[in-house]
């Protein structure tokens, strides 16, 4: 398996927290601004599978369909953020 950890898991939120702290780190120097992240902590992270997002292709693909079907059952596009059919949904549109 890979470190696809989320924020908010409840196997061990303290582990979540900073797999997020981390991702938002990454980020941070990506767009150049100022960050604890270094050359070398993103190799370690790497060579143990770290994903930097939880946004993978398969899930992209599965939202974009669920908003499809969305789209033909309700007319359009805007999915309330807690839409209690499909928070997942809500939450990625």
Known sequence: ???S???DWN???QLGRWVSKQRSHYRSLQQGKESSMTEER???LESIGFEWSLASS???DRRFNEL???KADYGG???PKEWS???QLGRWV
């Open 77 to 79: 596009c805007s999915v």
């Open 68 to 70: 499809k079907q969305y």
């Open 58 to 60: 398969r899930d992209w």
């Open 1 to 3: 398996g890979g470190c």
């Open 85 to 87: 059919g499909n928070k």
């Open 42 to 44: 993103i190799a370690k």
């Open 5 to 7: 950890v989320p924020k």
């Open 11 to 13: 196997g061990n939120k």
